[in-house]
C-alpha cells in the first residue's frame, strides 16, 4: 500500500530524518492558516496517490498565505490521472544548495533490501542509474543483522561525497533503511533529499509503500497517521462490485472464493486458484473474449462461497453466461463449486445449462461433480479439455457461434464432454 | 534419479494439527512408496497422533524419539507464526524445509532464506505446494490426494519448475497425457520472496541423471525468469526449456496484483512481455498454450511428437 506525501514525511520524521515545518490541509482556509504559520513563501503540492503532479499544475509555489490559499483551492479541485486531492500539502520555500536522492528496495534475487544514493536528487533514480551509473551507490544488508552506519556510509562514499556531507547523510540513510525493515516497507524513498543554505540536510519529499502482509502488525502506525483498514490504496479505488466479492469471501473462513476485480465485458468468470486464474483470463482474451471480471477460487471454499461468488458475477449488468473453469484442482473440491454455481443459477431463476457456458474443473472429487452437472445438463469438460481450449469454447457461445462446425483453424478439439462418455449417470 | 527428495527422505510437518495440514499428511502417507513422516509438531498438543504419526511440542523432541537428524519438514502454521516455525526448524538441522503458508510479510521471508544459507539449508516457498517424485514420494499438499496425484504425475524425464502449485499439476498431468513423466515437480511458490528461484533449482536438475528437459511456469513481477535466463547462458545447461507465461493481460495495469503477491509489476522489466523476450533470448521456448508444451519438449528432445 502506498503512502501520500504527507504520511510519508510525517513516517520519516518519526525515523529521526529532519523534515521541513510542512503541514497538511484538506481545505484552502487550513492551507492558509499553516502558509500563516510558516510565514514565509511557500510550496503548495497535492496529495494525490500518482505521479506527475508538477507537470498537471498539482504544485504551485506562493510568496505569502494570501496566494497560498488561493493555489490550495485551485489544487484541491484539480484532478490529476484521475485522483482527487486528498487535501495539499503546505511546505516552506527552503533553500537548497543542493539535492540528493536516497531510497531503500528489496532485491529479491539476493532476498535482501539494498540501500541506494545519488548525489544527483530530484529525479527518477532509474533515469540517473542509466544516464550516470558513476552517480549512484548501493549496497545491501543483512535481514538478520540491523544495519550499521558504515555500511550507509560506504553506499554514499561511492559517489564521491565526502566532507561534512559525508558524515551528516550517513545516519539519514541508515535511519532509512531501519524504518525500511522496522515499517515493512517495499519502498522507502526521500527524494530530494536536500542539502540547505546552512549546511543542513532535510526531507523535501517522500515517498514510502508498505506490504499489504504486514498491516495487521503496523495497525499501530497506521492508526495515529488515520489510515483506516478499508483504505485498500491498490492502484485504483475498489469498485462496488469489487466490495460485494469481498463481502462474500468474507462470509465465512474456509477457502478463497475472491479478489474480485471488475471489468466491463460480457462474460463472467468464476475461475481459480491463483495461476489458473491468470492463465484462463489470458485464455478468454486471446480467443476475442471479453471478460467481465477476474476472480480467484482456491483452498476448498464453502458451498454457500462459491454460490455467492457465482451469483454475483451472474447478476452484474452487462454479463450474458458464466464460465466456470479451474486448472485441476487438488484441494478445492469439484462437486462443491459445481453444487455453488448451480444454486446461484436455480436461485436466481435462471437456467444452469444455459447461463453457464462451460464448467471446465478436473481434479477432486470430479466424479461426483460431473454427475451433478450432467443432472442439470451444463456443459462440462475434464482435463482432457485444456484450459484455453475451455476459454475458446466459453467464447464461442457467448458469441453465439454454432459450437459444432469450427472452422478447424484452432488446435484439434479434445472432446472430453457430452455425458455418458464421460461417467455413468 | 531425483532432486531434493528420495524414497528415504524423513520429515516432519510442523502445525500438524490443523485442518489442512491433518489432510496433507494424510495425502502424504498414502501417495508412492509411503512417505517417512516420523512426527508432527504443535505446541501443547504432545501426545496426540495425526494418521498415526505422534504430535510433539518442539522439533527437538521429534529428533530425540526419531533417534537422529531429521531431513526435511513442511511448515503449515499460520503467517504471524511462521518465522519462529522455520527457524525451530533450521536451528534443529533441518536441511530442506518447505513452506505452505501464504501471506507472510516478505521481511520475516527474508530472514528465514538468509539464516537458511547460513545454516547450509534450503527453503522451498513460501505459498507453495511441494515437492513431487512421481510415484516415490511427495512432501506437501502437491497434486492432492494419493488418488488424484497418481492421474497427474508419471515418472519421466522432465523436471517441472512453478510459481503456481495447481500449475504445476495442471502443466505435469498434460505431460503425464502425452506420455512425458516427470523427474520432479517442485511448486516454488508465488511471492516475491522464495527460498528456491528457477535459477538456484536448475543445478540439481543439471546433475539429476533421469532430467532430460525442464518445464517452467512464469507470471509477472520480480527478476527470477531474468536470472534464470542469466544462468542458461552461463552455464551453457544442456537441458532444454520449454516456458509458459501467464498473466499477460496484467502488462496493462501497472500497479495491480492479481494471482499471486509476487505479480505485483513494480518496473519494465518485471512485465510478462519483457520476461518472454529475455527467456527467449536466452534459448527457452516460450509456449503460447499449455497443450503446446508436449510438442515442444519433444521437438527440444529430438524426439518424435507425443501423440
Not at chain 1, 121 to 139: L, N
Not at chain 1, 290 to 313: D, F, T
Not at chain 2, 82 to 107: C, Q, S
Not at chain 2, 244 to 271: L, N, Q
Amino acid at each position: 500500500m502506498r503512502f501520500f506525501e504527507y504520511e510519508a514525511r510525517e513516517i520519516v520524521k518519526r525515523a529521526g530524518i529532519p523534515v521541513t515545518d510542512f503541514g497538511f490541509a484538506r481545505t484552502a482556509a487550513e492551507a492558509r492558516e499553516i502558509a500563516e504559520r510558516i510565514g514565509g513563501p511557500t510550496v503548495i503540492k497535492s496529495q494525490v496517490l500518482t505521479g506527475g503532479r508538477m507537470k498537471a499544475g498539482g504544485v504551485k509555489f506562493a510568496e505569502g498565505p494570501e496566494e497560498a490559499e488561493g493555489h490550495a483551492a485551485t489544487i484541491l479541485e484539480l484532478q490529476i490521472n484521475g485522483h482527487v486531492p486528498r487535501g495539499v500539502l503546505v511546505d516552506p520555500r527552503a533553500e537548497v544548495k543542493q539535492e540528493y536522492y536516497a531510497g531503500v528496495v528489496w532485491d529479491g534475487i539476493r532476498e535482501q533490501p539494498v540501500m541506494l544514493f545519488s548525489d544527483m536528487g530530484g529525479i527518477d533514480i532509474e533515469e540517473v542509474a542509466a544516464t550516470h551509473p558513476d552517480h549512484v551507490g548501493r549496497g545491501h544488508f543483512s535481514n538478520l543483522v540491523s544495519v550499521s552506519d558504515f555500511q550507509a556510509k560506504q553506499v554514499i562514499a561511492q559517489t564521491g561525497v565526502t566532507g561534512s556531507a559525508l558524515t551528516r547523510i550517513t545516519p539519514i540513510l541508515a535511519r532509512l533503511a531501519r524504518l525500511f525493515s522496522e515499517r515493512d516497507m517495499t519502498l522507502a524513498e526521500i527524494n530530494p533529499l536536500g542539502e540547505t543554505g546552512d549546511a543542513k540536510f532535510v526531507a523535501l519529499d517522500a515517498h514510502m509503500e508498505m506490504e499489504n502482509e504486514a498491516r495487521p502488525r503496523q495497525r499501530a502506525l497506521l492508526s495515529e497517521l488515520g489510515v483506516g483498514d478499508e483504505e485498500t490504496r491498490q492502484a485504483r479505488e475498489p469498485t462496488e462490485f469489487e466490495l460485494a466479492g469481498e463481502a462474500v469471501d468474507a462470509q465465512d473462513h474456509r477457502g478463497v472464493a475472491g479478489n474480485v476485480t471488475e471489468f466491463d465485458g460480457d462474460l463472467g468468470l468464476v475461475i481459480g486458484a491463483g495461476g489458473g486464474s491468470l492463465t484462463l483470463f489470458d485464455a478468454v482474451r486471446k480467443y476475442g473474449g471479453r471478460p467481465a471480471n477476474y476472480c480467484e477460487i482456491g483452498g476448498n471454499p464453502s458451498v454457500a462461497k462459491a454460490c455467492g461468488l457465482a451469483k454475483l458475477v451472474l447478476t452484474k449488468p452487462g454479463v450474458d453466461k458464466i464460465a466456470v473453469m479451474m486448472s485441476i484442482v487438488s484441494n478445492t473440491r469439484v462437486d462443491i463449486v459445481a453444487r455453488g454455481v448451480i444454486k446461484a443459477c436455480l436461485e436466481l431463476d435462471m437456467d444452469p445449462a444455459e447461463k453457464i457456458a462451460i464448467f471446465r474443473i478436473p481434479g477432486a472429487w470430479e466424479e461426483e461433480g460431473f454427475k451433478i452437472l450432467d443432472h442439470y445438463g451444463v456443459d462440462y469438460a475434464d482435463r482432457r479439455v485444456s484450459l484455453h481450449e475451455a476459454a475458446r469454447r466459453a467464447v464461442e457461445k457467448i458469441q453465439g457461434a454454432a459450437a459444432s462446425e469450427g472452422d478447424g483453424a484452432d488446435a484439434p478439439r479434445v472432446d472430453g464432454r457430452t455425458s455418458g462418455e464421460v461417467t455413468e449417470v | 534419479m531425483s532432486i531434493l527428495l528420495d524414497a528415504d527422505t524423513t520429515f516432519i510437518v510442523q502445525g500438524i494439527t490443523g485442518r489442512e495440514a491433518v489432510n496433507l499428511t494424510r495425502e502424504c502417507l498414502d501417495y508412492g512408496k509411503g512417505a517417512k513422516i516420523v512426527g508432527g509438531v504443535t505446541p501443547g498438543r504432545k501426545g496426540r497422533e495425526v494418521h498415526g504419526v505422534p504430535v510433539y511440542d518442539t522439533v527437538a523432541q521429534v529428533i530425540d524419539s526419531h533417534g537422529g537428524p531429521i531431513d526435511g519438514s513442511v511448515v503449515t502454521v499460520p503467517p504471524a507464526f511462521t518465522k519462529d516455525a522455520v527457524f525451530e526448524a533450521l536451528e534443529n538441522d533441518v536441511k530442506l524445509v518447505v513452506i505452505v503458508t501464504e501471506r507472510i510479510p516478505r521481511r520475516d521471508v527474508a530472514e528465514m532464506v538468509e539464516l537458511a544459507g547460513l545454516r547450509g539449508a534450503r527453503i522451498i516457498g513460501p505459498n507453495c505446494l511441494g515437492i513431487i517424485v512421481p510415484e516415490v514420494i511427495k512432501m506437501g499438499g502437491i497434486g492432492g490426494p494419493a488418488r488424484d496425484a497418481a492421474k497427474a504425475y508419471s515418472p519421466g524425464p522432465v523436471g517441472v519448475i512453478s510459481r503456481s502449485g495447481g500449475m504445476t499439476t495442471e502443466m505435469s498431468s498434460t505431460l503425464t497425457a502425452a506420455g512425458l513423466g516427470q523427474s520432479t515437480a517442485v511448486s516454488i511458490g508465488g511471492d516475491a520472496i522464495i527460498g528456491s528461484t528457477y535459477a538456484e533449482l536448475m543445478p540439481l536438475f543439471e546433475a539429476d541423471e533421469q532430467t532430460e528437459a525442464i518445464v517452467i511456469y512464469s507470471e509477472p513481477g520480480g527478476r527470477m525468469e531474468a536470472e534464470l535466463a542469466r544462468w542458461v547462458t552461463e552455464n551453457e545447461s544442456r537441458l532444454p526449456i520449454v516456458a509458459f507465461m501467464a498473466g499477460r493481460f496484467m502488462d496493462e495495469m501497472p500497479g495491480m496484483s492479481f494471482g499471486h503477491a509476487g505479480t505485483i509489476v513494480e518496473g519494465k522489466e518485471d512485465t510478462a512481455s519483457e520476461k518472454i523476450e529475455r527467456l527467449a533470448a536466452a534459448g527457452i521456448t516460450v509456449a503460447e498454450e499449455i497443450s503446446e508444451i508436449p510438442a515442444l519438449i519433444a521437438e527440444r528432445l529430438g524426439s518424435p511428437s507425443p501423440a
